[in-house]
């Protein structure tokens, strides 16, 4: 009867090494499927993509919003952004952010779309006209708001205040004083 229980004993034994083996493997496979799972931080997407991740504020960007904007990069892909001021933020200081160093190169933009304000119509934002600090915000507070025609732009600072600037023309501190 012993040596029936000392067999069985074993046999558990064994079983339990097995488990304890197998769960050592698995440990290393869970932190990363733990990690992994914390979500995208910001990076670059497809340029076919729908959705994103702004790189500056963290928030789930739908290509369809009306004040999302999106940079084009040369290889296909695209980081989107939750407004023209998180865009610029990026665009102006992007080693403050955490995409990869090709995404931060401007050399590899091949476009800029913003949407103008009034008809939220997509704008290549070299050709768009940027109202800076008006009196009108956006959804997160104050923000650039873009328009594809001069004169609506001129019309729009004559009732709301502010500045037009080209998007060559805005700098990081513009961008930290609107943000403040």
Excluded at 39 to 59: L, Y
Excluded at 130 to 151: C, H, N, S, W
Aim: charge should be positive.
């Amino acid at each position: 009867m012993d040596r029936v229980k000392r067999q069985k004993e074993k046999v558990k034994g064994k079983k339990l090494g097995v488990m304890f083996r197998c769960s050592l493997l698995l440990l290393p496979f869970a932190f990363l499927l733990f990690t992994s799972s914390c979500g995208n931080r910001g990076g670059a997407v497809p340029g076919s993509a729908s959705f994103g991740i702004c790189p500056v504020c963290h928030m789930k960007v739908n290509a369809s919003d009306s004040w999302a904007t999106e940079i084009h990069y040369k290889d296909g892909t695209k980081l989107m952004f939750e407004s023209p001021a998180d865009m610029l933020a990026f665009y102006t200081s992007p080693a403050s952010y955490n995409v990869d160093d090709a995404h931060k190169d401007r050399a590899n933009i091949e476009k800029i779309i913003v949407k103008d304000y009034q008809s939220k119509q997509p704008v290549d934002a070299l050709l768009a006209k940027l109202a800076y600090k008006t009196r009108i915000d956006g959804p997160m507070g104050p923000d650039f708001l873009p328009f594809a025609k001069q004169a609506e732009a001129e019309a729009f600072i004559a009732a709301n205040g502010g500045t037009l600037l080209a998007l060559n023309e805005v700098t990081g501190e513009m961008v930290r004083e609107l943000r403040k």
